[in-house]
Structures are given as structure tokens and as C-alpha cells.
């Protein structure tokens, strides 16, 4: 849901933007509840003595300044959870004790409601993390971010709450990182220095007396980006009127047209109101000494006494009638608006947070209407053709009272009304002809073996888990309830399945069909919208100008002045050696290593990997894209999706998704394209996963056969479903990750590798999805024989295949791999690999936005004589932690600046995001040379900028991830022996290594650049930087502008 977060990181060191906010998204409105191991440790619930270090602990026992309030029994997590009060401020605990975790979490969350949309609890979110009390550094978070082994470090602002995780491996860099957050939200210097509030929200910026006054921010410019964004500002009109009566009626992330109305009196009386230990909520998840928690926290809250907190999270009254709101966003003015209108309807489905047999049955209900391409609302929506894609995300449980979204994108604006209509008539069939029974079996299945196996990806399981004790929590409800499952789903299955209740049929007409708290939001297109919004802000910057006298304005360049002095002045190297980190002597000096056995079964190469995976069998199977011709390779993320999402000559796609639902926990295809070191050949490789219970796959496998050799491509009309849903969501990625947008462009430019990946997920893709959509209409034969060709070029029997899987399971699957190659067509990959034409161009790319992407790179191995060393890891995060980070996020207001380095293929980007400059943000790229011969590195940042580097290499992968880690690497052909060599060139790195990088960086200086942007501050610089400029959202779809 676009609405439902912003963070604080955004981007760093190359990190996907909003990649942990999706995850935490994910997290947070779903349960991800399950066991990583089927051993429980005895935790007893005696009286322990107040010094145990144990996980026992019992109701009424009292330990560092704190009394246990309840003590439960976790049975889906196999370990147990005790909730504390503390006796002094009554803060609140959850301490879970899992033995079995050794990833540490740890969070504190604050309810803050919001009162107006000038984003000051998103602001604070920032702020308190620009130093402290203890660590009087500018940015301590930074400083994290540079010497820990943190596996995660972020924080986060809801429509009503705060929220800020860490977790770590590591114990001792665990309680690092969990010290700095406490000193950090307690007693932050930002409520003494108004340039926080000045930097990380807004300000006045002039620097001669007569030129125009401009705003700056981090997070001003954030919003900017964010309400450029279609879809973004969709879902905030959507949040802001379906609940106007609460604080979700204003945006807690803030209007860019409300920020500048925030004062540093309101900043320092909000956290004064909110930020206390009275209104705290503290989480603990892993293997630490539980009794330690809690010891550490009272260190902090011994200080605080107990305060009346106004938090709560007022309910909304539910309408008596149903409402409707319109709302414009911007457009290109050379753009195609003919079928650009969204309409989304939601409701708010109950008075308060249902109990969680209740939320589960929402849930299930949820998944038969819209869980899957096949589900009968997503189905009937996209057959419609009003629209190319379904948004609205559906259920959603993470706010006090659970709301549900659905409608289309892309519409023409007189079929509001029918799209409206259609919602409502498929809701009716459905509550009337009622669910299958199938449907529901797939539904309780799917769900049940996502809680087991609580795979949460990248993100710590911890934090998942946080997520969902909090969506109750934070509501004055049982935290417990979000950790639980088993009984529920029992409960639902009996009723269900086996009694054949009509119970969600009940829900359905209850909580939809008769709910008259309904909202219908209307979104269209405007040519002015931009053009408006940029004029009402250049007056009212002009009308503040004119009440300003000369003694003012000169104040006001004085101010900014001092503000870029404070934010270009190193600290201080005694502030700096405040901020606890490890040694190196605690780094490990061996290369992580995954235990892999490597066979063959026939034509086949498998790789074996024993892992805990509590009875899970992981199965990728790598076929070689070499056959594949250059002309069809941006067909193949089309291609891949429909392997699953086309049917099979057994099962349409509705009933293939559910027999997938029933078996397994989902296949999925995608391509794995990338550099080799030492090599200008690519790997590139289609990669089919799939996972199951060990007694499921023999169903696994043959799903698995049967999808890649029997897939029909017939569907003329489900076929191109499929390529407008690819189209839209990437216009929305041209407005919203324009950064990635631009590394593309650049990566296309120097090898094979970077080439064919533009081709399958950039500007190039979006260009070719839109030739496609064409052809198919008009001559789908030719688009089918070409879809068929792919197939035959790809599956062969000469393939890589990968298990995962606990050790015992590994010896007994065999016999289900070589049913499944038996199946594939024999042959093997022979053909040489493309050759494509890399020519060196900058490109100005134009989009209706108010902030820019600036990109600019070369190749390090071609571009210069650079050799790679290990050093160069190192020193690429050190440039985004510092220089660039200083320079483009804190002093220019980008909301994030960074750099890239591919050891592989020997890239080098320069990249920002959400950036309100361009040319400074060049001249900046271009200064990173100078800046690193002029370094002076001290002990205390070389092993910072080690350690972190350290950290990311290690970075903690479930058991799937490992397993996938070790396919991706034999397929690159990187030896442990290989990353032994760069791990000790990154642990002996020097200040001279780092200084030699320089010259390499040389190369960058006359690189190309690519900016995605405004049509102004594009068109602006187009001379001066040499750009090729683009119009990829004009009518005619492509081309130079």
C-alpha cells in the first residue's frame, strides 16, 4: 500500500529504494508466524532468580526495574514470550527468546498520530537520528551504517506510529546499534538545534541577495518525489478520505505544499508529546540473554517518570452512506491521456480491529478474490479491458480498523462508474453462487504454508514478527494474537472444508455488499496539474520574499551559509570514536562457505545443499539463455510470466494457480543475466524455483515439468492482459525509481551483461512492451510463434539444477529430479552469445516529476587501467556514507546519494534519488576524486568503512537464500578460493589504497551521464551535458524529443 510508509534510509550504497519498506509493507499486513526448527527448548515458567540470564520468567516476577505481566507459550514459533511492564514509566516489553535465532531484533515503537499534513512525525523520524546525548556526532546512523555488521538498520513513519528496528548477528554489535537508537530517540540533539529540523525537513535557501528564495530538505524533497508519483498520491487521497475523522485524514509523511508550515517549537513539542517511555513499546526477538534486555532498557528509562500520553488511535464512525472524491495528478504534456484515469473503491470493513479468527477468515476471503490472476474479482476486473492493471492491494490490516481497496488503472475517465459497477456485480455473483471449495482448500493451504515456513526474505524474521505483534499492539490489543495461527486456521479449515459453512460468503455481504462506509476515488490526469503546483510555489516563495527586509534576507543567507558550514565540517574525531563499533580482531577472517555437493544426474549438473529448512524442499533448476537471439530477448520477461500465468494443455491458468495453491508454496521463472569476472561472455541463465513439503514433491516437480513443456500460448487475450499490467507498472517505475531507470542506461553501455539486462527491466523493456502490445493486437500469430520459439530455445535437459533441503530429505530426492529431466526436450546451449553494438551516449530522460535521478558512470576495466583490489569495495561504501552522502543528501537535499561498484563487470555509477538538483549534483560526481586524494583516513574509519564492508558481504541469509547463493555463484564461476582473495584484500586495505582509487574515478569524469527528470530542469541542462533526449511517456511512446 503506497500509503502506508516512509522510511528514513531511502537509498544507500546502492540499495534498492524502498526495498525494505516494501518488505516491512508485506510484513505488516500479513502474519508471518512460523517455526525454523521443529526443536523447542524447555522454558519453564518457575520463578527465576532476578540475575538469571535464562528465557525463563514468570507472572509477577520482577527483574531490572521491571514486572512480568504475562508469560506465553508461542507453539507456531517453538519458544516462548513474556511481556513486561516497566515499574517506573510503564513502558511495555515484548521479549521473545528464540535460542534457535541468531539473527538479534530489536525495536521501539511510538504511537504518533498526526495532526496536519506537515510531516512532522516523518520529519522527527529523520531528525532524531542526526545525533544524541552520548553520540553528539552529526550522524550517528551513518556512522552505523559505516563500522557495523548490522543486518538491518532503518527506520520507519506509518499513517499512526514510529517505528525503529535494528537487528544484528553479531552480540556485542547488536547492543551497539540498540544503545545508539535508544540514546538517539530519548535525547536527540535535534531539539537543541534547529539545522536538523532545517535540513532534514526544510528551509528557506539563498545564497546572494538577489536571487529567488527556494525550499530545501530531505524530506521536503522526498514528498515532492513521492507526490509525482501517480499511484502514490492515489493511495494517500484514498487513506486521507476513507478514514477523514482520525489522523489518517492527513498524511503523515507529509504535503510537500504543508512541510514548510512546520515550526521548530511544533518539532520539539511533538517529540516532548510523543516521544516518551510512556508511550514506548520495546520488542526483542533472537537468541540474547532475554534477562539483559531488559537491564539494558532501564539504564535509559530510569531517568523518565511515568506520564499521561494521549496517543490512542481514535476509531472512525462508519458512514451512513457511501462517498466520492475526485482528484487531478500530473501528465506530460505530450503524453496520451485518453486511458490514464484511475477509480479505486474501498471500504472500512468493521468499528474496530476484528479478533484473529475473524482476521484470518479476512484474509482468506481476501486470497479468493484477489490472491491470484484467476481469483473471480482481479479475474472479471481484467477481463473487463477498462483498464491494464488491478490496484488497491486489497485487505489491509496494519491501521485500527481494516480497510479493503480494489479498482483499475489506466482507465478512460467515463468508465469510473462502470468499473464501480463491475466490483460490486462480481461480489454479488461470488456471495451468491458462493466460493469453491477448491478455491478455499488453496487459500487456507497457501496461507498456512507461508506462516510455517516464514520466509521473509531479506527482511530479519524478527522484524517480520515485530509487524505483526504491533498491528495489535499499537491498538490498545493482545500483541500475542499477531504471533498466533495453529487454532485459528484449524478452527476455519473445520468450518470451512469440512462442514462446508458459508461463512466467508457471510463476511463478503457483511463487510462489502451491505457496508455502506464506502469510498469511490476518482484519479485523472491534468496537463496544468504540474504547472500549478510549481506556480503556487514559486508565489508563495515570492510573496515571503517581498514581506522580508534587506537585514532578512541577509540573515537568511547567513543561515544557509552556516547551515552548509555545519553540514561540510567533519566531526570531530573524538565525537566520532564515541560511536561504539567492534574491532577487526572480531571480524572473521575465513570466507563465508556453503556446503554444496556438486553431481550429475544424466545431461544434467546438480548442486546439493544441506540447510534447516524444517522439512522444505527448495528446487531451482537453471536452463542457458544462450540460444535464445538477441531480437527476442525483451520478450522474455513477458515469457516468463507466463510460464505460470498462460496455462497448460491439463489447466487454464485459474485452475493451474490453484493446483500450485493446493501442493506447493509457488514456481516462479525469472532470468539471471550478469558479468563473469575476467570474462566478456555473460552468464545468463532462466531460472525456474519452486518449493514444497518433502511429501509434495512428487506434485512439485510434475508442475514444474508440465509448466515448462506444456505451457500453451494461445491466449491471445490473456496474453496481452499480461503485457498491459508489464506497461503500467513500468510507467510507474519511470516515475518512481528513476535512479534505476538510469543505471540501466548507463550499464547498457559497456558490456554484454548490462546490455541484455536493459533490455529485460529498463527503458528499453518498457519500449519494447509497448511495440509488443501492438504487434499482438494486430498480428498475434507472429507474437505466439515467437513466444513458442523461446520455449524451444530454452528448456533442455542439459540444465543446472539446485536443491536445498535438510540433509536427510537431499538423499531422497533423486528419483523426482530424473522424472522431471526426463521430460525435457535433450539438447544443450551451444550458440555463441550476442554481440551487441555498446556505444557511449548521455541521455536526458523526461517524466512529469518535480525531482530528478541523476546518474553518470564508465567502466573501470575499459575506461582505464584499473585492476580490481578489494580496496575498491571498501572505498565505494565509504564514498556513500560520506562525500556523497554529505554532498548530495544532507548539503543538496537529495533524499538519497550513492555509488556503485560491480566487481564483476567493473562498473562504476554515480546515482541520487529524488534530488532537487542536477548540475550541482554533477559537479559533485565529478569532485569524488579530489575529495579522496585530500583524505585523511584515521584507524577508527578504516576499520569502520572495513567492518561495514565486512557486514555487507556477510549479510545473514535464510536457508532458500543460501541455497540460491551457491547456484548464482557456480554459475558465475566464483570460487571460494576467489572470494578468500577479495576478503583479504578488503580486510588489509589502507588509506594509499583508497587514495590510488582516485585515478580510476578519473575515468568517470568524462563518462556518460543519464537523468531521469522534469521536463525544465532536463530540457536546462541538455546543452552543457551533451543529452539525448527522450520522451518515453509521449503519445508516440518513443524517440527523441
Known amino acids: 500500500r503506497s500509503h ?96 534457535l535465532e541468531e539473527n538479534k531484533t530489536f525495536g521501539v515503537v511510538f504511537r504518533t498520530p498526526p495532526e496536519s499534513s506537515n510531516g512532522i512525525a516523518h520529519v522527527l523520524e529523520h531528525s532524531v537520528l542526526c545525533g544524541s546525548r552520548k553520540y553528539p556526532v552529526k550522524e550517528p546512523f551513518t556512522e552505523l551504517m559505516k563500522g557495523s555488521l548490522q543486518t538491518f538498520l532503518n527506520a520507519m513513519t506509518f499513517p499512526d506510529r514510529t517505528c525503529y528496528p535494528v537487528a544484528s548477528c553479531n552480540l556485542q554489535d547488536f547492543y551497539n546499534l540498540v544503545d545508539v537508537y535508544l540514546d538517539a530517540v530519548l535525547h536527540p540533539r535535534a531539539l537543541k538545534d534547529p539545522r536538523v529540523l532545517a535540513q532534514e525537513g526544510w528551509h528557506y535557501e539563498v545564497e546572494e541577495k538577489d536571487e529567488p528564495l527556494t525550499f530545501k530538505g530531505v524530506v521536503f524533497n522526498e514528498m515532492k518525489g513521492v507526490y509525482s508519483n501517480p499511484d502514490s498520491l492515489q493511495g494517500r487521497t484514498l487513506l486521507n478520505n476513507l478514514l477523514p475523522d482520525t489522523p489518517y485524514g492527513v498524511d503523515s509523511g507529509g504535503d510537500p ?322 560511536v561504539p563499533r567492534l574491532e577487526l580482531s572480531d571480524i572473521p577472517k575465513e570466507t563465508l562457505k556453503i556446503p554444496s555437493q556438486i553431481g550429475r544426474l544424466g545431461s544434467a549438473e546438480v548442486l546439493r545443499n544441506p540447510q534447516l529448512t524444517s522439512g522444505v524442499v527448495y528446487v531451482d533448476v537453471a536452463f542457458n539463455l544462450r540460444d535464445v537471439p538477441a531480437r527476442l530477448l525483451p520478450l522474455l520477461p513477458l515469457f516468463t510470466r507466463g510460464l505460470r500465468e498462460m496455462g497448460t494443455k491439463k489447466s487454464d491458468f485459474v485452475q493451474l494457480q490453484r493446483r500450485l495453491d493446493l501442493a506447493t508454496g509457488g514456481i516462479s521463472a525469472s532470468p539471471l543475466i550478469s558479468s563473469k569476472r575476467n570474462s566478456d561472455e555473460p552468464a545468463a541463465y532462466l531460472v525456474m524455483r519452486g518449493k514444497a513439503m518433502e511429501g509434495k514433491i512428487d506434485s512439485l516437480m510434475d508442475l514444474m515439468g508440465e509448466i515448462a513443456t506444456e505451457v500453451t500460448w494461445e491466449n ?63 498480428d498475434w500469430p507472429a507474437v505466439e510463434a515467437q513466444l513458442r520459439e523461446l520455449q524451444s530455445c530454452i528448456f533442455k535437459d542439459a540444465c543446472v539444477m539446485n536443491l536445498t533441503a535438510d540433509t536427510d530429505v537431499l538423499t531422497r530426492l533423486d528419483s523426482h529430479m530424473e522424472t522431471f529431466l526426463k521430460r525435457l526436450p535433450e539438447g544443450k546451449a551451444s550458440s555463441p552469445f550476442w554481440v551487441p553494438e555498446l556505444a557511449r551516449a548521455s541521455e536526458g530522460i523526461i517524466v512529469p516529476s518535480q525531482v530528478n535521478y541523476v546518474g553518470k558512470g564508465a567502466n573501470l576495466y575499459k575506461d582505464s587501467d584499473y585492476k580490481l583490489h578489494g580496496s575498491a569495495v571498501v572505498t565505494s561504501r565509504l564514498l556513500g556514507t560520506t562525500w556523497l552522502w554529505d554532498r548530495v543528501r544532507v548539503s543538496g537535499g537529495a533524499y538519497g546519494g550513492f555509488c556503485s561498484f560491480d566487481v564483476r563487470s567493473g562498473d562504476f555509477k554515480y546515482l541520487s534519488y529524488r534530488d532537487p538538483n542536477l548540475m550541482k549534483t554533477i559537479d559533485n560526481y565529478d569532485g569524488t576524486p579530489d575529495f579522496l586524494r585530500d583524505l585523511e583516513v584515521n584507524a577508527d574509519m578504516m576499520a569502520k568503512s572495513v567492518i561495514g564492508t565486512i557486514g555487507a558481504v556477510d549479510k545473514h541469509q535464510l536457508p532458500d537464500a543460501k541455497g540460491y547463493t551457491a547456484l548464482t555463484r557456480h554459475l558465475l564461476g566464483e570460487t571460494d578460493e576467489m572470494r578468500q582473495e577479495l576478503r583479504d584484500q578488503i580486510l588489509s586495505t589502507t588509506g594509499d589504497d583508497m587514495r590510488r582509487f582516485a585515478g580510476a574515478l578519473e575515468a568517470v569524469r568524462s563518462g556518460p551521464v543519464c537523468v531521469v527528470g522534469g521536463e525544465e530542469a532536463v530540457r536546462g541542462a541538455s546543452e552543457s551535458l551533451g543529452l539525448t533526449l527522450k520522451s518515453p511517456l509521449a503519445a508516440a511512446a518513443a524517440g527523441t524529443a
Open 4 to 99: 502506508s510508509m516512509t522510511t528514513r534510509l531511502g537509498v544507500l550504497l546502492g540499495a534498492r529504494c524502498g526495498a525494505s519498506a516494501a518488505a516491512a509493507r508485506a510484513a505488516a499486513a500479513k502474519r508471518h508466524v512460523a517455526s525454523a526448527s521443529t526443536v523447542r527448548q524447555a522454558l519453564g515458567t518457575a520463578t527465576a532468580a532476578p540475575t538469571m540470564l535464562g528465557t525463563e520468567a514468570a507472572v509477577g516476577q520482577k527483574l531490572h526495574g521491571w514486572t512480568c505481566e504475562r508469560v506465553e507459550e508461542l507453539a507456531e514459533l517453538k519458544c516462548m514470550g513474556m511481556l513486561w511492564r516497566h515499574d517506573k514509566t510503564g513502558a511495555e516489553c515484548l521479549s521473545v527468546a528464540q535460542p
Open 257 to 578: 505544499r504543508e512541510i514548510p508550515n512546520l515550526t521548530f517549537d511544533y518539532f520539539k513539542g511533538f517529540h516532548e508529546r510523543f516521544y516518551h517511555p510512556s508511550n514506548a513499546k520495546f520488542w526483542f526477538y533472537g537468541d540474547d540473554p532475554p534477562a539483559r534486555r531488559l537491564e539494558l532498557l532501564d539504564e535509559f528509562l530510569r531517568d523518565f517518570e511515568r506520564k499521561e500520553v494521549t496517543s490512542e488511535i481514535p476509531l472512525q464512525p462508519l458512514w451512513a452512506e457511501p462517498r466520492r472524491v475526485e482528484h487531478s495528478f500530473a501528465v506530460g504534456k505530450d503524453e496520451d491521456i485518453s486511458k490514464k484515469s484511475m477509480a479505486c473503491v474501498s471500504w472500512v470493513l468493521s468499528e474496530d480491529k476484528p479478533n484473529l479468527e475473524t482476521s484470518l477468515a479476512l484474509s482468506i476471503m481476501d486470497y479468493c478474490l484477489m490472491g491470484t490472476p484467476g481469483a473471480p474479482l482481479r479475474k472479471a476486473l481484467t477481463d473487463a479491458g477498462l483498464g491494464s492493471r488491478v490496484i488497491g492491494g486489497g485487505l489491509y490490516e496494519g491501521l485500527v480498523q481494516p480497510t479493503f481497496s480494489v479498482g483499475l488503472k489506466d482507465i478512460k475517465e467515463t468508465d469510473a462508474a462502470a468499473v464501480e459497477e463491475l466490483i460490486t456485480k462480481t461480489l454479488e455473483k461470488v456471495a451468491s453462487e458462493r466460493f469453491e471449495k477448491e478455491s478455499i482448500e488453496a487459500a487456507l493451504n497457501k496461507i498456512e504454508f507461508e506462516n510455517r515456513e516464514l520466509n521473509t526474505g531479506g527482511l530479519p524474521r524478527g522484524l517480520a514478527l515485530m509487524f505483526s505483534a504491533v498491528s495489535n499492539w499499537n491498538y490498545g490489543k493482545d500483541p500475542f494474537e499477531g504471533l498466533r495461527f495453529d487454532a485459528p486456521l484449524k478452527a476455519l479449515r473445520e468450518k470451512l472444508v469440512e462442514k462446508g459453512e458459508p461463512l466467508l460468503e457471510g463476511i463478503l455481504r457483511e463487510k462489502l455488499l451491505n457496508n455502506k462506509h464506502r469510498l469511490t476515488v476518482t484519479s485523472k490526469p491534468d496537463f496544468e496539474e504540474s504547472s500549478r503546483i510549481e506556480a503556487a510555489e514559486k508565489a508563495r516563495l515570492e510573496k515571503h520574499r517581498t514581506s522580508l527586509s534587506e537585514d532578512d534576507i541577509e540573515a537568511l543567507i547567513t543561515a544557509t551559509k552556516e547551515l552548509r558550514e555545519m553540514q561540510e565540517t567533519p566531526d570531530k574525531p573524538e565525537e566520532l570514536a564515541s
Open 716 to 778: 491471445q487475450s490473456r496474453f496481452l492482459q499480461l503485457a498491459k499490467e508489464s506497461h503500467a507498472g513500468g510507467r510507474s517505475s519511470l516515475l518512481s525509481a528513476g535512479h534505476v531507470i538510469a543505471a540501466g542506461r548507463l550499464g547498457r553501455q559497456t558490456t554484454t551483461a548490462g546490455w541484455a539486462s536493459e533490455q529485460l527491466s529498463g527503458l528499453s523493456q518498457f519500449e519494447a512492451v509497448g511495440k509488443l502490445l501492438e504487434q499482438a493486437e494486430k
